[in-house]
C-alpha cells in the first residue's frame, strides 16, 4: 500500500482541487487506482466541500487535559498560582480560579498541590470522520476553535486512513496535507512513499516550495513538484524549473491558469469530472499518470 501526500508552503495553491481531482481520477481517469482518501488539514478542513460524502461514523479527539480546582478540598493555599508559568491562576475574595483559555495542562499545579485539590480534565479538541465519498471512503477530521494538538490529529486521521486501506486491500493511500512547515505537515508527511509540493510562479511560492522542500529532504520523503497556473509568470515558472533541477528534484506537471476550476468549485464538483476536455483537467490528468507511474501503484488502465 502506497502513500501520496500533497503538500505546499503555503496555502492557496490548488492543493486541495489537485487532491480532488486526483480522486476523481483514481476510479474514472485513464489510470485506475483503488485508493482511500484523507483530508489532513485539520485546521482548515474543505476536502469534504468537492466530494460531499456522507458521514458513517463519528468520533471525538481528546487533544489534552485542563486543571480543574475542586473546591470541596482546596484550602486556598495559593501554591498553585506560585507554579503556573502561563499566569493561567489568578485570585480574588481569597478564592483560587483557573482560566481554561489561559491554562496549558502542563499539570504544575496538579503535582504541587499539598491538598490534592486540583484534577486534569481532559478536553475534547475536535472531531473525526469516516465518510463514503463518491469516490471512494475519505477519513476527515476538524479541530474545534482555539484548541491545539492538529499535529496529533493529523496522526490519528492518517492511521486511520492507513487501517482502512489496508483492511481493504486498497492500493494506494491519497493524503490532502495542510499547507505550511509545520507539525500537521510533519505528521502528514510521515511515511509517505511520496509527496507532491504543489506551486505558483510568485515570489512567495517559489520561496515557501523551497521551504517545504527542505523539510520533505529533512525527514526522507521522496518528493516531486507540480506547478499551479504556470502560464501566468513564465519567468517564475522557468526559475522554479531551475531551482529544481539544481536540487534534483522532477517537477511531473505544469497546469495552466483556467477559469473552468473555479466553475468546479463553485458547483462541488473536481475540475477533471466537471470538464475533463478543460485545458487544466488534461494537465492534471497527465499529472496524474506520471505520479502513478512515479509510484507504481497502477492497478489498470482502461
Same mark, same amino acid.
Given at each position: 500500500m502506497?502513500q501520496?501526500?500533497?503538500?505546499s508552503?503555503?496555502?492557496?495553491t490548488g492543493?486541495?482541487s489537485?487532491?480532488?481531482?486526483f #480522486?476523481? @481520477?483514481?476510479?474514472e481517469g485513464p489510470c485506475l487506482?483503488?485508493l482511500?482518501?484523507?483530508? *489532513?488539514?485539520v485546521? /482548515?478542513?474543505?476536502?469534504d466541500?468537492?466530494?460531499?460524502p456522507?458521514?458513517?461514523?463519528?468520533?471525538e479527539?481528546?487533544g489534552?487535559?485542563?486543571?480543574?480546582?475542586q473546591y470541596?478540598?482546596?484550602d486556598?493555599?495559593?501554591?498553585?498560582?506560585?507554579?503556573c508559568?502561563?499566569?493561567?491562576v489568578?485570585?480574588?475574595d481569597g478564592r483560587?480560579?483557573i482560566d481554561?483559555?489561559?491554562c496549558e495542562?502542563?499539570?504544575?499545579?496538579?503535582h504541587?498541590c499539598p491538598?490534592?485539590a486540583?484534577r486534569?480534565?481532559p478536553q475534547?479538541?475536535?472531531?473525526?470522520?469516516?465518510?463514503?465519498?463518491?469516490?471512494?471512503p475519505l477519513?476527515h477530521?476538524?479541530l474545534l476553535?482555539?484548541?491545539?494538538?492538529?499535529g496529533?490529529l493529523v496522526?490519528?486521521v492518517?492511521q486511520q486512513?492507513r487501517l482502512?486501506a489496508l483492511?481493504?486491500g486498497y #492500493?494506494? @493511500?491519497?493524503v490532502?496535507?495542510?499547507p505550511?512547515?509545520g507539525c500537521?505537515?510533519?505528521? *502528514?508527511?510521515a511515511? /509517505?512513499d511520496?509527496a507532491?509540493?504543489?506551486?505558483?510562479?510568485?515570489?512567495?511560492g517559489i520561496?515557501?516550495?523551497e521551504?517545504?522542500?527542505a523539510?520533505t529532504?529533512?525527514?526522507?520523503?521522496?518528493?516531486q513538484?507540480?506547478i499551479n497556473?504556470?502560464?501566468?509568470?513564465p519567468?517564475?515558472?522557468?526559475?522554479i524549473l531551475d531551482?529544481?533541477?539544481?536540487?534534483g528534484?522532477?517537477v511531473?506537471g505544469c497546469i495552466?491558469?483556467d477559469?473552468?476550476?473555479t466553475?468546479?468549485?463553485?458547483?462541488?464538483e473536481?475540475?477533471?469530472?466537471?470538464?475533463p476536455d478543460?485545458?487544466?483537467s488534461q494537465?492534471i490528468s497527465?499529472t496524474?499518470?506520471?505520479?502513478?507511474l512515479?509510484?507504481?501503484?497502477i492497478?489498470?488502465?482502461?
Amino acid at each position: 500500500m502506497r502513500q501520496l501526500v500533497i503538500l505546499s508552503g503555503k496555502g492557496g495553491t490548488g492543493k486541495t482541487s489537485l487532491a480532488a481531482a486526483f #480522486a476523481h @481520477l483514481a476510479r474514472e481517469g485513464p489510470c485506475l487506482v483503488p485508493l482511500v482518501l484523507a483530508d *489532513a488539514d485539520v485546521d /482548515a478542513p474543505n476536502l469534504d466541500l468537492i466530494l460531499e460524502p456522507r458521514r458513517i461514523e463519528e468520533h471525538e479527539f481528546v487533544g489534552g487535559s485542563k486543571a480543574e480546582i475542586q473546591y470541596e478540598t482546596c484550602d486556598a493555599c495559593g501554591v498553585c498560582a506560585d507554579v503556573c508559568r502561563f499566569e493561567a491562576v489568578s485570585e480574588s475574595d481569597g478564592r483560587f480560579e483557573i482560566d481554561p483559555l489561559a491554562c496549558e495542562g502542563c499539570a504544575a499545579c496538579f503535582h504541587e498541590c499539598p491538598a490534592h485539590a486540583i484534577r486534569m480534565q481532559p478536553q475534547v479538541a475536535g472531531r473525526w470522520y469516516r465518510s463514503e465519498s463518491r469516490y471512494g471512503p475519505l477519513i476527515h477530521a476538524a479541530l474545534l476553535p482555539a484548541h491545539e494538538n492538529s499535529g496529533k490529529l493529523v496522526t490519528l486521521v492518517k492511521q486511520q486512513a492507513r487501517l482502512l486501506a489496508l483492511d481493504g486491500g486498497y #492500493a494506494g @493511500l491519497l493524503v490532502d496535507g495542510p499547507p505550511g512547515i509545520g507539525c500537521p505537515v510533519i505528521s *502528514a508527511a510521515a511515511g /509517505a512513499d511520496l509527496a507532491l509540493i504543489v506551486t505558483e510562479p510568485t515570489v512567495a511560492g517559489i520561496h515557501d516550495m523551497e521551504r517545504i522542500l527542505a523539510t520533505t529532504e529533512h525527514f526522507r520523503v521522496a518528493a516531486q513538484v507540480c506547478i499551479n497556473k504556470a502560464d501566468l509568470f513564465p519567468t517564475g515558472t522557468e526559475q522554479i524549473l531551475d531551482a529544481c533541477r539544481r536540487k534534483g528534484i522532477g517537477v511531473v506537471g505544469c497546469i495552466p491558469f483556467d477559469e473552468t476550476v473555479t466553475e468546479a468549485m463553485v458547483r462541488g464538483e473536481p475540475v477533471t469530472a466537471y470538464r475533463p476536455d478543460a485545458p487544466a483537467s488534461q494537465a492534471i490528468s497527465q499529472t496524474w499518470q506520471a505520479v502513478v507511474l512515479r509510484m507504481n501503484i497502477i492497478e489498470r488502465k482502461s
